[in-house]
C-alpha cells in the first residue's frame, strides 16, 4: 500500500476538513478533538520544553564572551536614535540598515539597558530566543498530528541540530532566531484559522490581519534567514 500522506499515518487523527480559499481538503486538525484537559497537558509539555531547551542552551552558552558581531550592536543601542519610524514602517527593504531590521534592533537597545556588556545577561537572552523557537516548533507540531511525544521529540532533535547549536554559540543570529519565532506564530495561527469548523467574514479579516502582523515583524527582523531549520 502507497501512503499518500506519511504525515497522516504517523500522526492518525480523526480529520477535519479545511474552508480556507474554500478548499475541501482533509487537514489532521488534532485540536478539535481536545478538551481542556488535554489543552493544558499541551500547556504544561510547551511548558517543560521551553525550561528544558532554556536549560540546555544556557549549559552550551551561558559563559560565551560577546563576540565582536554583536559589540556594536550593544553599544550603539541597536541605532535606534537614528531610526526613522516611517521608512522603517513603510518603506521597502533595501540595503542592510536600522530600519530595514527595526525588531532586532529595538531589542539590543533593550538589551544595553537591561544587561550592558554582562556576557550571562546578554546570553539568556538570546538563549531565551532559542528556546521560545523551540517551544513554538513543539506546538505547531502538535497542531498538525496531535501526538505530544512526537512534537517534544521533533523538538529535542532540532535543539539538537546544527543550525540551533551555531545560533546558540553565535550571537549575531538574532535576527534569524526572531524570524523564525514570528514565522512559526504565522503558521501556528495559519494552521489554526484553517480548521476552523465556521468561518464567518470577521474570522477572515481578523486572520489576514494576524497573518499580515506576524509577516511583516518576520520580515522586519530578517528579511531573507534560513530560520535556524
Given amino acids: 500500500m502507497i501512503l499518500k500522506n506519511p504525515l497522516r499515518a504517523l500522526c492518525t487523527q480523526q480529520p477535519a476538513k479545511s474552508l480556507y480559499l474554500g478548499s475541501d481538503q482533509e487537514l489532521p486538525c488534532s485540536w478539535r478533538a481536545f478538551g481542556w484537559a488535554e489543552s493544558g497537558v499541551t500547556i504544561l509539555v510547551a511548558s517543560v520544553v521551553f525550561l528544558l531547551s532554556f536549560a540546555y542552551f544556557a549549559h552550551l552558552a551561558g559563559d560565551l564572551p560577546i563576540l565582536r558581531e554583536i559589540r556594536g550592536f550593544l553599544f550603539y543601542r541597536g541605532w535606534v536614535q537614528n531610526i526613522s519610524w516611517w521608512d522603517a514602517v513603510f518603506r521597502p527593504v533595501g540595503s542592510y540598515s536600522s530600519q530595514s531590521r527595526i525588531v532586532v534592533m529595538l531589542f539590543m537597545a533593550l538589551q544595553n539597558g537591561t544587561c550592558g556588556f554582562e ?70 495561527i495559519l494552521f489554526h484559522f484553517m480548521c476552523r469548523s465556521s468561518l464567518v467574514a470577521i474570522n477572515y479579516i481578523s486572520c489576514n490581519l494576524l497573518l499580515f502582523f506576524f509577516l511583516f515583524l518576520a520580515f522586519k527582523s530578517k528579511e531573507f534567514s534560513f530560520f535556524l531549520i
Fill in 119 to 188: 556576557p550571562r545577561c546578554v546570553n539568556d537572552g538570546q538563549n531565551t530566543l532559542l528556546a521560545a523557537a523551540a517551544t513554538l516548533l513543539f506546538v505547531h507540531v502538535n497542531q498538525l498530528c496531535g501526538k505530544r511525544k512526537i512534537a517534544f521529540l521533533v523538538s529535542v532533535l532540532w535543539c539538537m541540530s546544527i543550525p540551533a547549536f551555531a545560533g546558540a554559540l553565535w550571537q549575531d543570529t538574532q535576527f534569524d532566531k526572531f524570524a523564525m519565532i514570528f514565522s512559526l506564530l504565522y503558521l501556528i
